[in-house]
């Protein structure tokens, strides 16, 4: 099926500093979305992507999908303590019925 | 809008019991709604898709008679976690999607996820 493959798994760093997260797959992704989840809370749908190339922002995110539809990233830039959580990409599966996560990005911030 | 529901939001329980997990849409409908797993510092793993009025599909490697689904409405959808042991301690959360999605390109692809249930047995 498919899948893709997130990294890093983990990262800390400084308030104020920028973060970026990466997605990969094998395959060419018709979708990508992205979803936030705060400690012991539940996913929280971000965004999706559709179209190669494609850039999106929301204030100090910014979520590209590569040319080749098969990576994206998140990017935040100058983090706040409030963007703690773990950061999932997600593809929906052959016929958009099934979502499937990537393994997630923990997001560290220390004040 | 968009409010999923679920409950409980944890519950302790002895092994070899049952125990049911609700998951409600409450202001839209949804004829489908998806259970998820997660365990401590994980993805979340796709259980079964529940389907309303009909059988759900369940994933491969997940018993469908342990993890009894049943989605007798559009806004209700539960999860019966049968003779439960404590390897299945776990965060169960499931989500639901418009009933107005419909495809990869649908602007409807948001999913809307319930607070989950953290279940321990003991």
């Known amino acids: 099926g498919q899948q893709v493959m997130q990294i890093p798994q983990y990262q800390h760093v400084q308030e104020g500093e920028d973060f970026t997260t990466y997605c990969n797959s094998s395959?060419?992704?018709?979708?990508i979305q992205w979803y936030k989840q705060r400690p012991g809370g539940h996913p929280v749908f971000l965004i999706q992507?559709?179209?190669?190339?494609e850039v999106k922002k929301q204030k100090r995110l910014t979520f590209q999908f590569g040319e080749a539809k098969k990576n994206s990233s998140l990017h935040i830039t100058a983090t706040q303590t409030t963007d703690v959580g773990t950061y999932f990409c997600?593809?929906?599966?052959?016929?958009?019925?099934?979502?499937?996560f990537g393994a997630g990005t923990r997001l560290f911030v220390k004040a | 809008g968009a409010v999923v529901s679920q409950h409980p939001s944890w519950v302790i329980c002895k092994s070899g019991t049952s125990v049911k997990i609700e998951c409600r849409s409450l202001d839209f409908q949804a004829t489908t709604m998806f259970w998820y797993r997660q365990f401590p510092k994980q993805s979340l793993m796709l259980m079964a898709t529940?389907?309303?009025?009909?059988?759900?599909?369940?994933e491969q490697g997940v018993e469908k008679d342990k993890f009894l689904i049943n989605h007798a409405s559009l806004t209700l959808s539960t999860l019966t976690v049968t003779s439960a042991h404590p390897e299945d301690s776990s965060f169960y959360i499931c989500s639901a999607r418009d009933s107005r999605s419909s495809g990869a390109f649908s602007s409807y692809n948001e999913q809307f996820f319930g607070p989950g249930t953290r279940l321990t047995v003991l």
């Open positions: 395959t060419t992704l018709s979708n």
């Open positions: 992507l559709v179209k190669s190339g």
């Open positions: 997600a593809v929906l599966s052959a016929g958009g019925f099934k979502t499937i």
């Open positions: 529940s389907n309303e009025g009909s059988k759900a599909t369940y």
